[in-house]
């Protein structure tokens, strides 16, 4: 899709919630996980979606598959991406160069259980963005990339910490 094209339907999403504010709620469609031998998973969505999942063999896994984690990073770096190059196509920015990556750490106590002090989870999320554009001062490339970071739904929900629940069904 060309910028102009990107720029148009975008235009067009906006007035549509402009004009009707109720519209702009809505719940995202969920994806399921299950376990098909050892650690590794099929993710499946309503709309034939799907993804594999696996473990490192220090894990327990055969690295089948990408691990969770690095879905998760995938996810925080092409949703960062994609909201960079909406706001550039908005903004009539043809981008030479958007490349997001996402690091993280973990400490492996966490996720083994061998201390309940630890968290299971990654921390120090960085996200580095490399951005490019004729025309465009390297101020507006970074306010641009900073744009996106801040509107980025997963990178949001990264640093923002939504609430969160847990419901088990027992079979």
Request: contains cysteine; glycine residues 8%.
């Amino acid at each position: 899709m060309s910028t102009t094209s990107v720029r148009e339907a975008l235009e067009k999403t906006s007035r549509v919630i402009a004009e009707q504010p109720e519209t702009a709620y809505s719940k995202s469609v969920p994806a399921t996980a299950r376990v098909l031998a050892g650690l590794r998973c099929e993710v499946t969505g309503p709309n034939r979606e799907t993804v594999h999942t696996d473990m490192p063999p220090t894990m327990g896994g055969i690295a089948s598959a990408p691990a969770p984690g690095w879905l998760f990073r995938a996810a925080v770096a092409s949703c960062t991406a994609t909201t960079i190059a909406m706001r550039a196509a908005r903004l009539g920015i043809n981008l030479t160069t958007l490349e997001v990556t996402a690091e993280s750490f973990s400490d492996n106590r966490g996720i083994l259980g061998l201390d309940d002090n630890v968290s299971a989870g990654l921390s120090e999320l960085t996200v580095r963005v490399k951005i490019g554009a004729r025309d465009v001062s390297a101020d507006g490339l970074r306010e641009l990339a900073e744009w996106g970071d801040v509107h980025s739904p997963v990178a949001c929900t990264a640093r923002n910490s939504s609430s969160y629940s847990l419901e088990v069904d027992v079979v």
